[in-house]
């Protein structure tokens, strides 16, 4: 009874948009100046951490500089961006494929010893199923993985482990396996699986491959993390769903007042894998969690919750239930403890479930609508409410004898955000040894707190400092659509190239100087190999005639930091991108007449307008002699 009452009085609140905290939409003026101050970066200094924030269905990964929340650079990662060109070469349109959007969700830095080694960020697309790999030493997509077999919305990812060993995923959606069988969604229970993933990373390389799957019952798992400490070797999701819903979700699977919620051993898992105790499924060595004891257990934890966060001791895993108005916090000596002794309260489809009493240390009432918890390594958890619109800060454990009596003694503060925060992230707050002193919250709706921009309004993300007893409000900043999550990096944890070294570029097509540029031909195969360098290219001008297949590979020689040239096609749809010392390569096949001209697309001089060239496709039979012969130049250096 207590509990309907309390998921009457959330969907009362939630129908009405009732905000407890939300009601202070103003920043005293006494404070604003202070503020201010916190959050100024003067011309010419620079942020002291990148906030690496995902783009959501812009398929893109953002990044701003912290305290400044000013927006520095978009990595295009899951869809064509023309401003770094791509998507329109070669080599980014085949890490592309057929798909031109993703759906960014939970970035994650690479670690070693749970600690950012600024290496790579690694990202999660909910919709194609893919993970994709950002070097941070060009910041650019290196890598897109998927789609990934066996797995169906792949939301619950990408969570790292504490040496980067595993991006570890887990499904939203659930559907016949393997993916192409089909089953009516009546018989869901018996029919569809959820999965777990291990994708493996290479140490060296950051290369991404799949290692290994668990099999899942048909749950919709939200968000996890990783353990460290005493929870190395594990990893959480959180789940809703376990009715096992297949329509009208938003009633049918928030019936229980507790999901399941998953603990896996992924060590167990990769062991396991090497034992053959795997069966494989389109290519993928598959666990069957039933067969594989010790593999995945289960937890029930209330209500549809959301995030499911490991502190940097690993020794609490804290999950927000969005349905009921407390976090609860897992032990994870308990849990360790339930397993040895197996003190299960059943099991579910041969996976034992942990008893929740001798597991859970606590729930903390928070407030309505608790989705994700962050910390700040000193002993805190701040939580993000959806529905009170605000971020709660509050004391893990141990806790007094007193807290533990009254939990509302554990709340420290609470301040109002604007509005509806999603997630939120805490400086370091996924490893070990969090920096500490900044959050961002990630608001869903900024409900005109900005210039009027029409009906689509960006979101909002708000920063919080977070170094004193008390949370400070201080700045605020519009997003594009749309941050579930993000990363912070401290600036002196990573070195970034700023420049393409010459010895480094690998690339069979680059020049570097006249005597190596031009046009060849062989048969209707025709070349172009351009110089680009301020302010013109060698050769600017390429014959060729209808019916030939161009490749037209450009290499920017220049050697200096920001010094890039572009190269847009007209009627092509090419634009690519170079920075210094980087070719790309375009193929097209030619079947229009006509002069098109080529010119730079990143202003690069005072001569930049003049940069410039044309491709002239002859009709057949016409044009310069060797156009039909085949071999030698066609157009070429002056
Ligand atoms: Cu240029």
Redesign the pocket.
């Known amino acids: 009874m207590k509990a309907t009452i309390t998921l009457n009085a959330i969907a009362l609140a939630v129908a009405l948009g009732l905000s407890s905290c939300g009601k202070q939409t103003g920043t005293a003026q006494a404070d604003r100046a202070a503020n201010a101050l916190a959050s100024y970066v003067a011309p010419g200094e620079k942020d002291e951490y990148y906030l690496f924030y995902s783009g959501g269905h812009s398929g893109q990964v953002y990044v701003a500089g912290i305290p400044s929340l000013r927006h520095i650079s978009t990595i295009p990662v899951f869809a064509p961006y023309p401003g770094t060109g791509y998507g329109f070469d070669e080599e980014s349109k085949k890490m592309l494929g057929d798909f031109t959007w993703g759906d960014v969700h939970h970035p994650a830095l690479s670690q070693t010893n749970s600690k950012y080694d600024g290496r790579w960020l690694f990202v999660n697309d909910n919709a194609n199923n893919r993970i994709a790999r950002i070097d941070l030493r060009d910041f650019k997509t290196h890598q897109i993985l998927g789609p990934i077999p066996n797995s169906i919305g792949n939301h619950g990812s990408s969570f790292i482990t504490e040496n980067s060993e595993y991006i570890l995923c887990a499904t939203r959606f659930s559907v016949p396996l393997p993916k192409g069988r089909v089953a009516d969604p009546n018989d869901y229970e018996k029919e569809f699986n959820g999965m777990v993933s291990g994708i493996k990373v290479d140490p060296q390389t950051g290369e991404m491959k799949v290692g290994w799957q668990i099999l899942t019952p048909p749950f919709d798992w939200d968000l996890g993390s990783t353990g460290k400490g005493p929870s190395s070797g594990w990893a959480f999701w959180t789940s809703y769903n376990t009715e096992m819903a297949h329509d009208t979700l938003e009633v049918n699977s928030t019936q229980k007042d507790r999901d399941l919620c998953a603990i896996v051993n992924w060590r167990a898992a990769e062991k396991a894998v090497a034992e053959g105790k795997a069966s494989m499924m389109d290519g993928v060595p598959i666990i069957d969690p039933a067969k594989v004891p010790g593999v995945l257990y289960f937890v029930p934890i209330g209500k549809s919750p959301h995030g499911m966060d490991v502190d940097p001791s690993g020794k609490w895993v804290v999950a927000g239930g969005k349905l009921q108005p407390a976090t609860t916090v897992l032990n994870f000596e308990k849990v360790q403890a339930a397993i040895n002794n197996k003190t299960f309260e059943g099991e579910f489809r041969g996976v034992p479930i942990l008893k929740y009493e001798a597991v859970v240390e606590g729930e903390v009432p928070v407030g309505l609508g608790p989705l994700h918890t962050q910390y700040d390594g000193k002993g805190n958890a701040y939580t993000s409410m959806f529905i009170d619109s605000c971020i709660v800060k509050w004391k893990l454990p141990p806790w007094t004898d007193a807290e533990k009596k009254d939990l509302t003694k554990a709340v420290l503060d609470r301040v109002p955000a604007h509005f509806s925060t999603g997630h939120l992230v805490v400086a370091g707050s996924d490893t070990a040894h969090p920096y500490g002193k900044w959050c961002v919250a990630m608001n869903k709706l900024s409900a005109g707190r900005h210039i009027n921009v029409g009906p689509s309004q960006p979101e909002s993300s708000q920063l919080i400092d977070v170094s004193g007893d008390k949370m400070k409000m201080i700045a605020e900043a519009y997003t594009e659509p749309e941050p579930h999550f993000a990363q912070i990096l401290k600036v002196t944890d990573v070195q970034p190239n700023e420049i393409y070294p010459k010895g480094e570029n690998k690339d069979p097509n680059a020049v570097w100087e006249k005597a190596q540029s031009g046009v060849t031909r062989n048969g209707n195969q025709v070349t172009a190999r351009l110089m680009?360098i301020?302010?013109r290219y060698n050769p600017d001008r390429i014959d060729a005639q209808v019916g030939d297949e161009l490749t037209v590979a450009v290499t920017n020689v220049e050697q200096t930091r920001d010094m890039i040239?572009?190269f847009g096609l007209i009627e092509h749809n090419i634009n690519m991108v170079m920075d210094p010392g980087e070719t790309k390569t375009f193929h097209i096949k030619l079947n229009k007449p006509g002069v098109f001209p080529f010119y730079?697309t990143?202003f690069?001089s005072a001569l930049?307008q003049e940069?410039q060239g044309y491709l002239v496709v002859w009709k057949p039979g016409e044009g310069p002699s060797n156009l039909s012969t085949g071999g030698g130049a066609t157009g070429g250096g002056k």
Do not use: T
Request: glycine share 10%; proline share 0%; hydrophobic share 20%.
């Open positions: 680009a301020r302010s040239h572009g730079c990143n690069c930049h940069m």
